[in-house]
Each structure stands twice: as structure tokens, then as C-alpha cells.
């Protein structure tokens, strides 16, 4: 069965999600506290792998504002708190039919509904088992409800309005049967019936979050008084998982005589993890998993202190040095936990799974959440759905947009004038206008922008979108001479200053070969090797420094122009009189560059009192085209200095 589309509501802080759409990998985004993490505890709850986690409680989960108003109503009139639409596969409809008759299946939409009441109710268009094979005779009406309905209302639409003789008799939460009339049902609510036939064909939820990591170290002792009473955690459930897959328990090794066997046991089971690890975790190639199993001692800490204690450490091959499991990176250690999950609820349920993420790779660096959402991809969704939270860019795919929801909580203030709390909603589309809300997905698509503009050119960075005028403008007069202009095979991308230029240059690290950047030094840059992070992100790429190509140190692309041609160009694109026009009156200061004395000169010579935009003379340059090359004075000096630079950036092709 695939899950098709999901309500929660009465949860937590989620009034109502409204029905939205799942996807083959579903990716919630959404600001913390929006609800991410109780829309997935909701779902995980219709049929959990850990079947003591699968009941609401009303004290703990109904929302608190309404919570007393519900008690006084909740035996007569329960509340659902979760709605789920699946969608019957074909070995489903061939496992129904042979048990209940060709035919049974009228339609492969199966609604299940569970909340603050016992078990679950069902509802769906299979017929019941006390008549399997009925069949309409010749000229009998045997039109039911639509193949195509989607959701629960649909299912309520189709069926009809009912016999109302019917209603009062007919059990809360139920929806009337249609009033057509057909020899099989069309619609049956009976939910002893799909727990009998439909219930073993849901997939089993798997859930992982942060909760679920397993720890370094454990005290058999105290894990087993955990579970005698009934309070095992989620780092206890993996540990177990853990020795399920070495083919022992907790009980064997509370009375084990050899350890060695249970550690070379462990190990085995522990291969393949590791060999997934080593496939996925880019970050580090050569560790490996070790065990231990030794008594506490006196000077440890409780309950580490008595009894057997378990230690799980991780082996650098390279350096041949180990650590406890719980100092490695939070990455690593949520990766491994999860394999160790993952594969000890597929060896007890197969592969009729729903993989539940809260927040994957929470703790990863940007490149292992890329490695984690590849294993995700590769691994894990060829064979199951996945629903799983992020705040990161690096958790969404920016080639499967169609598969993110929005989570919000919205609250609004009506005409009224009154605050009005809505609660958690999900968009079934990107539509959120909420600029917090888009932000990851923002993020996402910029970093997947930048890739295609380069497409397969070479990355040319530099600091201000006027340097991407002068430079095409200045390669195009070159080549109509027949000289040296910027090759095609470039792609310009303006960038912003130092720290933005080479934090850029860090997102796309695996290619800085195929980078250069052209940029400027301030005072308080006077050298990037100085800068220890910076330079680091710069060391593999191209950096070419303007300070090479005009004076001062400082030189922006307009001191490569000149500053007798730039003020020329100024007037032009200002259109100064003749007789105020800045290449006559202003001297240029030497060793300052240009641009920064823009500024004041537009205060003390410019009568109009307008503003300097840098982006005007580089404008007027661009729609001018060759036309006014002639009155630049100086223009050959220029020329000659952005030939030299290309001739530069050419060679580091």
C-alpha cells in the first residue's frame, strides 16, 4: 500500500494540517516550531514498528487550550487525530481477491483514521467477506462511487447522503453507505474487516529522530531493569537492534561466560553497517566499528560502576586510534544508529516499510548531508516512501521541488481586530509566502542557480554586476581589433566582496579548479594569504588581484579603465555641461582608488546634488557599444591593461 495523502489534527499544536499529498519522498520544511515533528508522530502512529508507541494520550497530545472541553465529550464523541489515504498496489488487490473473491476490490483507495479511541477505523470500497464472489445480475444498477477519489471527503461525496433512517444507528465518525443499490457493498466501514484482510498489508512506520541515537556506552544491568519495567528509550531500542543483528540478546549476554564470542558475533553483524557507512560517509574512509565487554568498576560513574558494561568505540585504521562512540561527530553517530535501525526493522518486517526521518543529518557538514540525502535517494527510495523534516538547503533536492511541503503556524488577525491562533498548516505546493519559512528552499535553489549558469563553462567571480559590463565590453572592443578578449569559454557571476566571493568558491569546493577570481583589496585586506579561512577556500582556484593590473593595491575594474577615462565616461553617461564636466576639473588622487572618491566628488562638484551610482557609467557603456569609444581619452592605456588581464584569465584555462 502507498501512502497517498495525510491529515493531522487535534495533535499537539496542529489544530488541523488540512489533507495534503505525499509524495515517493516527501520533504517537510518548515521554521522550528511549526509542527514539522508532530505531523511525523501523528502519522507514525497508525502502525508504528514499535507497537507500545502506537496510542494517543489525551493528556499529553491533545492541544491544551481545549483539552478539558474535549474530556467532557471525548466518550461519546472521540476525536480522530490522524487521516490517511492509501492507495491499494496490484499484489495488494491480487492478495484481497484471492481471499475474498475476484471482484472485491471496487476501488483501490483505503481510508484508515485513528485518534484519541481504541484501535483504528477503516473505511474503503472492498467488499465484505460474508459475500466475496456476489455478482450483478444482467441489467442491475451496478454504479458505485467514482474509481477516482482521493481523500476522505471524496469517499463521503461518492457514498451519498445515506438512509436516514440509518444515521442515528450508524457509529461516530462513520460514513453512511450509499443509498444506491448494489448486490456487493460499495462502501464498507466495517473495521473489523479490514483489521482482518487489509490491516496486514499496511507497510510498518519506521521512525528515526535524534531521540534514537545510540549511546557509547551501556550498563546490561540497568538496561535490563529499563525494559522489566516497561521504559526502554530509543538509544536502549537500537543498542537491542544492534544485538539482534549479532544473533544475541540481552539476557545472553547478562550471563555470557565468553565474551570474545559475543564481541566476534558482533562484529560480523556490525561488517555490513560499516561497509554502508564506507560507501555513503565521504567524510572519513577509514574507520571501522570495535566492541567491548568488561565488568564496571568501582571508580566509574553509576550505573556504569557494577555489572557488565557494553562499549562500542570507533577505529581510525589510519591513525590506529579509537574513540567511544559517543565522541565521534554527531553525524556519524546518527548515521550508523540509523543503519543499525533500518536493518534490524527490515529483517522483522521486510521490506512493506514507511521510512519516517525527523530532521536526517541534523549534525552533518553541508557535504555528508549531501552523502546523506544521496544514501536516502539511492538506498532507500527505490524501495520505500520517505517522509523526513529538514531546516537545510542541503536536504532538498532542488531537482524534485514538487516533493517539498511547507509547514507553518499560521495566526491571523481577522477584521475583528483580535488575534486569532489558526495552528499548523501544510501547503501541498511550495505557496508559502513567509520568507523564514522559504528560506532552505531558497538556499536550495540559488546554490542549483549558480551551478547552471556556469553550466559547462569555467566560473569567473567578481564583486559588482558593473564589473560584468566592463569586462564583455572591453573583450568585445579587443576582438574587433583582432586582440585578445575574455574567452567564451567563461561564465561572469558577480558575487559581492572577499568573504562572499570566497564563501561561494567554498559551496562549489568540488570544482575550484574551475574557478578564478578577480577581485579587489581593501585596506583591511591588503593581503588574502593573510586570511587563514579565506584563503583556504581560495587556495585552489585562480585568484587574480586588480591591484596587478592598475594602481593602487586597492584598484577596483574602474581603476583598470583609468581614472582620467572613467571620469570622461561619467560625464558622458551624466550628461555633464561641458564646463563642469569631472575630467576636466577633478585631479585624481593618487593611491586612492576611484570609486571611493566618487562619492565626495558628486558632493562638492555635481551642482545638482545627485547621488553617484556606480551602476550609471557602466550602463551607459553598455548601450553606447562602440559608438563613443573616440571621446574617452586615455582609452588605448585601458585597452592595453584589460588585455593583459584576459591574457591572465585566458591561461588559467
Known amino acids: 500500500m502507498k501512502l497517498r495523502t495525510l491529515q493531522v489534527k487535534n495533535f499537539r499544536c496542529v489544530e488541523d494540517s488540512t489533507e495534503f499529498t505525499i509524495c515517493p519522498m516527501t520533504c517537510l520544511v518548515g521554521k522550528n516550531g511549526a509542527g514539522k515533528t508532530s505531523l511525523l508522530e501523528a502519522l507514525y502512529k497508525i502502525n508504528p514498528d514499535v507497537q507500545e508507541l502506537s496510542t494517543f494520550d489525551v493528556l499529553m497530545e491533545y492541544p491544551r487550550a481545549r483539552r478539558r472541553d474535549y474530556q467532557k465529550r471525548a466518550d461519546a464523541q472521540p476525536d480522530d487525530a490522524v487521516v490517511a489515504t492509501w492507495e491499494l498496489e496490484d499484489g495488494d488487490v491480487e492478495t484481497l481477491e484471492s481471499a475474498l473473491g475476484p471482484g472485491a476490490v471496487k476501488s483501490r483507495t483505503v481510508v484508515t ?31 458505485g462511487p467514482a474509481e477516482g477519489v482521493k481523500g476522505l471527503a471524496d469517499l463521503q461525496e461518492a457514498a451519498g447522503p445515506g438512509d436516514a433512517g440509518e444515521e442515528a444507528e450508524r457509529p461516530a465518525g462513520q460514513v453512511a453507505a450509499p443509498s444506491r443499490r448494489v448486490v456487493s457493498p460499495a462502501f464498507n466501514s466495517d473495521s473489523a474487516f479490514f483489521e482482518k484482510h487489509v490491516a496486514g498489508l499496511l507497510p510498518k512506520l519506521l521512525y528515526f529522530s535524534e531521540w534514537h541515537i545510540m549511546q557509547g556506552r551501556v550498563s546490561i544491568d540497568a538496561l535490563l531493569q529499563r525494559r522489566q519495567k516497561g521504559e526502554l528509550t530509543g538509544p536502549d531500542r537500537v543498542f537491542l537492534a544492534l544485538l539482534q543483528l549479532g544473533g544475541t540478546s540481552i539476557e545472553a549476554i547478562s550471563r555470557i561466560e565468553r565474551s570474545e564470542e559475543l564481541i566476534a558475533d558482533l562484529e560480523d553483524a ?26 564496571g568498576r568501582p571508580q566509574d560513574p553509576s ?77 532507500l527510495a527505490p524501495r520505500y516512501q520517505i517522509v523526513y523534516t529538514t531546516h537545510s538547503p542541503f536536504m532538498i533536492d532542488p531537482d524534485k521541488m514538487q516533493w517539498v511541503r511547507t509547514v507553518e503556524e499560521i495566526a491571523e488577525d481577522p477584521a475583528s481586530g483580535r488575534f486569532e491562533h489558526i495552528g499548523t498548516k501544510v501547503g501541498d505546493e511550495v505557496l508559502s509566502t513567509n520568507y523564514d519559512t522559504l528560506l532552505p528552499i531558497q538556499a536550495s535553489l540559488g546554490y542549483r542557480i549558480v551551478r547552471d549558469l556556469a553550466g559547462s563553462k569555467k566560473l569567473l567571480l567578481v564583486e559588482k554586476p558593473a564589473d560584468v559590463i566592463y569586462l564583455n565590453w572591453f573583450s568585445a572592443r579587443l576582438s574587433e581589433r583582432g586582440k585578445q578578449g575574455l574567452s567564451s569559454a567563461w561564465s561572469i557571476i558577480p558575487c559581492g566582496d572577499l568573504v562572499r566571493l570566497a564563501t561561494l568558491v567554498g559551496l562549489l569546493a568540488h570544482d575550484t579548479a574551475g574557478f578564478a577570481v578577480l577581485l579587489s583589496l581593501s585596506q583591511q585586506d591588503p593581503d588574502v594569504v593573510r586570511h587563514r579561512e579565506l584563503s583556504r577556500m581560495l587556495t585552489s582556484c585562480h585568484v587574480l588581484t586588480l591591484g596587478r593590473y592598475a594602481e593602487p593595491l586597492e584598484s577596483t575594474v574602474e581603476d583598470v579603465i583609468g581614472p582620467v577615462t572613467y571620469l570622461a565616461l561619467t560625464d558622458l553617461a551624466y550628461g555633464m555641461p561641458r564646463s563642469q564636466r569631472l575630467a576636466r576639473t577633478i585631479q585624481p588622487k593618487t593611491g586612492v582608488p576611484v570609486l571611493k572618491m566618487m562619492p565626495e566628488v558628486f558632493r562638492t562638484s555635481v551642482p545638482t546634488g545627485a547621488g553617484f551610482d556606480a551602476m550609471v557609467p557602466a550602463r551607459y557603456l553598455l548601450e553606447s557599444g562602440n559608438k563613443k569609444v573616440h571621446k574617452l581619452p586615455a582609452i588605448e592605456n585601458a585597452l592595453a591593461r584589460f588585455e593583459k588581464l584576459f591574457a591572465d584569465l585566458n591561461a588559467c584555462l
Open 303 to 379: 550505573p556504569f560502576d557494577r555489572g557488565l558494561v557494553f562499549e562500542t568505540r570507533i577505529v581510525n585504521t589510519r591513525t590506529g586510534l579509537s574513540l567511544n562512540f559517543d565522541e565521534r561527530s554527531t553525524g556519524f553517530v546518527w548515521f550508523f544508529s540509523f543503519l543499525v535501525w533500518y536493518s534490524d526493522v527490515r529483517r522483522r518486517y521486510g521490506d512493506n516499510l514507511l521510512i519516517i526521518l525527523d530532521d536526517p543529518g541534523l549534525g552533518l557538514h553541508a557535504k555528508a548531508q549531501w552523502d546523506m540525502l544521496r544514501y536516502v535517494s539511492e538506498r
Open 270 to 295: 556490525a561488517r555490513p553497517v560499516t561497509q554502508e557507512i564506507a560507501r555513503y560517509w565521504s567524510q572519513e574512509r577509514d574507520l571501522r566499528i570495535s566492541f567491548h565487554l568488561y565488568p
Open 113 to 143: 483514521r485513528k485518534g484519541y479511541y481504541e484501535g483504528r477505523q477503516w473505511s474503503g470500497q472492498i467488499a465484505h467477506d460474508s459475500e466475496p464472489s456476489a455478482r450483478p445480475a444482467p441489467g442491475e444498477d451496478t454504479e
